[in-house]
């Protein structure tokens, strides 16, 4: 079982930056990929950025090409989203999301995630 807790969130200006921070409880945290969703009022959940067990491999969605970057340190059982260059359109709420540890491939499914966040709001203003 695993548990997550994201925080960060807040109101921006386009153009500023934001760390989203993700913290998992469980033991088994470096077995899980990790993920960050999001959604916007009136849309489905998107997949945002994934990243492999060890960190090593990330996977980003073409709109946080660029201006996102994803990163765990599986010894505090966190996963991180920098946000760059934010724009009114990454006005969501940002969910973490893990598969279970018998999965090692990041996927873009939101139905492939075993275990999610509560979410944090995000929002840009222009």
């Known amino acids: 079982q695993v548990q997550l807790v994201e925080s960060g969130g807040g109101l921006v200006q386009a153009g500023d930056s934001l760390t989203l921070s993700c913290a998992a409880s469980?033991?088994?945290?470096?077995?899980?990929?990790m993920a960050w969703f999001r959604q916007a009022p009136g849309k489905e959940r998107e997949f945002v950025v994934g990243?492999?067990?060890?960190?090593?491999?990330?996977y980003y969605a073409d709109s946080a090409k660029g201006r996102f970057t994803i990163s765990r340190d599986n010894a505090k059982n966190t996963v991180d989203l920098q946000m760059n260059s934010l724009k009114p359109e990454d006005t969501a709420v940002y969910y973490c999301?893990?598969?279970?540890?018998?999965?090692?491939?990041?996927?873009?499914?939101?139905?492939?995630?075993?275990?999610w966040g509560q979410g944090t709001q995000v929002t840009v203003s222009s």
């Open positions: 999301a893990a598969r279970s540890a018998r999965y090692f491939t990041v996927t873009s499914p939101d139905r492939d995630y075993d275990y």
């Open positions: 469980g033991r088994t945290f470096a077995n899980n990929v």
């Open positions: 990243i492999s067990r060890g960190g090593t491999s990330t």
